[in-house]
Every structure is written in C-alpha cells, then in structure tokens.
C-alpha cells in the first residue's frame, strides 16, 4: 500500500517535496518510481530508485531540478523538486515493483500505485 502527500500549487520557480509512504513492506526491496501524467498525455516516468541499493535514474526533463531519495526509518520514498515550471504541471503517482526488476520498467507492470496527487505550477 501506498500512500502520496505533498503536492500542491506553486508558482514557477518555486519548490515541492513529494512523499510516498510504503506501508506493509519495506521499500528496501522494491524499486519506487515517480510518474506524472498530465490530462491528454501519456502516464511518465519522473525519477526512479532501486531499493537498498539506491541507485537513481531521472527523466531529461527533471535532471537537475529533481532529487530523488529514501528513508530507511519512515519507509518513505521523497521527491524534492525545485525550479518548478508550468510544464510539471500533473498528477503525480508513486508505484512500486521488486528491486530487481531496476528502472525504466513499462508503468503497466508496477504492483502498487498510490493514489496521486496533483503538482499544479502556474502563476
């Protein structure tokens, strides 16, 4: 089970941090990725971590701006994302699949998705 916060509206430039807590597992052992879809467009890939191991992976378009991280005591994956711009504008997803399948995993073969939470950027 999944459970996201922190979305919300910001103005361009502005900064959010997105937390997804795993509950009845822990996240050492699954991959958590970060999707976002916006109406009319396909469901993305943002950011990606890989269990214990925590190696990360970020889309073009976030690299730089988006940190990706996990804590091993809250069991919760976070996505800080900072210099904000009207094009992040979405609902974004957690979802977890197990460590070994890494990332850059098809959105349709994660196990467990939160429910979302909209990141609106506007001014």
């Known amino acids: 089970h999944l459970v996201e916060s922190g979305g919300g509206l910001v103005q361009p430039g502005g900064s959010l941090r997105l937390s997804c807590a795993g509950t009845g597992f822990s996240l050492d052992y699954y991959t958590i990725a970060w999707f976002r879809q916006a109406p009319g467009s396909e469901r993305e890939e943002v950011s990606c971590?890989?269990?214990?191991?925590?190696?990360?992976t970020y889309a073009d378009s976030v690299k730089g701006r988006f940190t990706i991280s996990g804590s091993n005591v809250q069991n919760t994956v976070h996505l800080q994302m900072d210099s904000l711009k009207p094009d992040d504008t979405a609902v974004y997803f957690c979802a977890a699949i197990p460590a070994g399948y890494g990332c850059g995993v098809e959105a349709k073969w994660y196990e467990a998705w939160g429910q979302g939470t909209q990141v609106t950027v506007s001014s």
């Open positions: 971590l890989i269990g214990s191991t925590r190696g990360r």
